[in-house]
């Protein structure tokens, strides 16, 4: 591994109330000739706004429609489009899936790229790789880019009228963030940006740790009500730019690894991408033998925010047979659980899996929170 150290970042990051009537704006100095990416529901929802800052700009407003998962296939037949239509910028707009595959599309046609997520569900908007699966859910490889997206642009009231599940399983993606951060600065491993962790990168992911914990639940009151809080600023600060940066150029261990491994189990196929993450998170917590405090008052906070921290409620037990074949994933060569600051084997996440269900039904009975219940997709 080369010992230097590598950030990356967006070329623009805008965020704010109101932040979509500046696109047009913002994609006039990137290319002339978009094309937008969406899934039917973002672009019901958000559509007219796109097209009127677009107009606005004299661009012309072109649309994709984009469903399921970030497949080979999909990636392709959208730099397919590209190429008919002559596009020079592609946006996506929406979430994480369609954000990936744009970002994948966009460089196998060598044109400009920019992001528009409708919730801040998760850090995919600002960075250099996406994560490509097969028809099933199935995770298959990360694909890296040699940038980052040109523009990233979030309007916070648009997440505060997204379902607070979005903005929830946001949370749990970027909780991951500084405990993967930190178990790779320990350790000699690389990061997604291709070198040793930076010490701003490093920052960064404690940052949006920070934050989290500071704001989460006030935010997703402002989403419930429908309203823009300087909470929720912070906590789409984390969710987006503080995690995406702090992940890539601070580095992914076990977390993200194990929610890999957790899409060979066809029951979490439902579940967000951050769901599934805070499973690998605790997970991480137990595996590397962090403190008791620690633990507990992770699931505790976890519990409070909704995220899952049990096997229970993602449909597994400690017996599944499906665990053996997760940590098998988990642990393949390349993973990034080969961060972690120690040798990580299959049996090891197999024995941290099965004892997260006894922590999190244990820390629930002596703080009075509800026991785990099965998440209904």
């Not at 880019?145 to 916070?156: G, K, M, S």
């Not at 648009?158 to 320990?186: C, Q, S």
């Not at 920052?203 to 989460?216: D, H």
Request: hydrophobic content about 45%.
């Amino acid at each position: 591994m080369s010992a230097l150290t590598i950030l990356c970042c967006p070329a623009h990051y805008v965020q704010g109330a109101g932040a979509i009537n500046q696109l047009g704006h913002h994609i006039k100095q990137i290319g002339t000739i978009p094309l937008l990416v969406s899934s039917d529901s973002a672009w019901n929802r958000s559509g007219h706004l796109v097209a009127a800052s677009l107009e606005a700009a004299e661009l012309p407003v072109h649309r994709a429609g984009f469903q399921g998962y970030t497949t080979p296939s999909a990636v392709d037949g959208l730099v397919e489009k590209i190429r008919t239509g002559g596009h020079d910028v592609i946006i996506a707009l929406g979430g994480g899936s369609a954000i990936d595959a744009v970002k994948a599309a966009g460089h196998l046609a060598g044109i400009r790229w920019a992001s528009v997520p409708t919730a801040a569900s998760s850090d995919a908007p600002t960075s250099a790789l996406s994560v490509i699966y097969n028809d099933d859910g199935e995770f298959l490889e990360y694909r890296f880019f040699p940038h980052n997206p040109d523009l990233v642009l979030i309007d916070t009231q648009m997440v505060a009228d997204a379902p607070d599940r979005f903005l929830i399983a946001g949370i749990g993606d970027a909780l991951a963030t500084w405990l993967e951060a930190r178990a790779t600065a320990r350790g000699t491993g690389g990061t997604m940006a291709g070198g040793r962790p930076t010490r701003t990168g490093t920052a960064l992911a404690k940052l949006s740790w920070e934050l989290l914990w500071e704001n989460a639940l006030p935010a997703i009151d402002a989403v419930r009500a429908g309203v823009v809080t300087p909470a929720l600023e912070a906590v789409v600060e984390a969710n987006t730019l503080l995690s995406g940066l702090g992940f890539e150029s601070g580095g992914l261990a076990a977390a993200h690894a194990i929610h890999n491994g957790l899409t060979a189990a066809p029951q979490t196929h439902g579940l967000t991408h951050g769901q599934k993450v805070n499973i690998g998170s605790l997970t991480q917590l137990v595996l590397e033998g962090a403190p008791t405090q620690e633990v507990e008052d992770f699931v505790e906070f976890t519990t409070r925010v909704g995220l899952p921290n049990s096997l229970t409620e993602i449909g597994l037990s400690p017996d599944s047979p499906e665990l053996t074949a997760v940590a098998a994933d988990a642990t393949k060569e390349g993973e990034t659980i080969h961060n972690m600051p120690f040798p990580v084997t299959a049996e090891m996440v197999l024995a941290a899996l099965k004892a997260i269900e006894g922590i999190s039904r244990r820390v629930r009975a002596q703080r009075g929170l509800p026991e785990p219940q099965l998440i209904q997709h």
